[in-house]
């Protein structure tokens, strides 16, 4: 057991509110922990001694003093509840701030493929396709798209005869 449980164990136990279980516990740890056996001495000691003052009258002003204190706690409580919160949630947003950077890192990005891209990724050749097509048209074609081709071509560099 650990000691700020048996702190804990030990404040309930005074209280009253620890049940046979734990109270065994507590006992079997009380006997291996001397701090925790000098804290419930001293727990122990300190309700004596108010058990003891009974009926006392307080202080004058004493209640004037300490109700707008008890009201000022009562102020700051949602905060330290949102404060609690906090500490749980920071964690939290960076685990996701680290997903969210790993996925979009690690997700493949989709682009456009090339023409030439697209031949390489199918295996296949452009030419058998071209050849493909120019077989298939009548011969008369093949030789005007011959003519026509070789007129695309650029003059040569020879001297012209005037």
Same mark, same amino acid.
Do not use: H, M, Q
């Given at each position: 057991m650990?000691?700020?449980?048996?702190?804990?164990?030990?404040?309930? &136990?005074?209280?009253?509110?620890l049940d046979e279980r734990r109270k065994s516990l507590l006992d079997d740890h009380?006997?291996?922990c001397p701090a925790c056996r000098r804290l419930d001495v001293e727990y122990r000691a300190m309700m004596a001694l108010l058990h003891e003052s009974n009926g006392e009258a307080a202080l004058p002003r004493f209640w004037g003093r300490l109700e707008p204190?008890?009201?000022e706690e009562r102020k700051l409580v949602p905060l330290v509840l949102w404060e609690r919160w906090a500490l749980h949630a920071i964690p939290v947003f960076v685990a996701l701030v680290v997903l969210a950077?790993?996925?979009?890192?690690?997700?493949?990005q989709t682009?456009?493929? &090339?023409q030439s891209e697209t031949l390489l990724i199918e295996n296949t050749n452009p030419f058998t396709e071209t050849k493909?097509?120019?077989e298939q048209r009548p011969p008369e074609r093949r030789s005007m798209m011959l003519i026509f081709? &070789?007129?695309d071509e650029k003059p040569s560099a020879r001297r012209r005869i005037p």
């Open positions: 650990k000691c700020k449980t048996a702190e804990k164990w030990i404040l309930w &136990s005074l209280d009253g509110r009380l006997r291996t204190r008890l009201k950077a790993a996925l979009f890192i690690f997700t493949p682009r456009e493929v &090339s493909n097509l120019f081709a &070789s007129l």
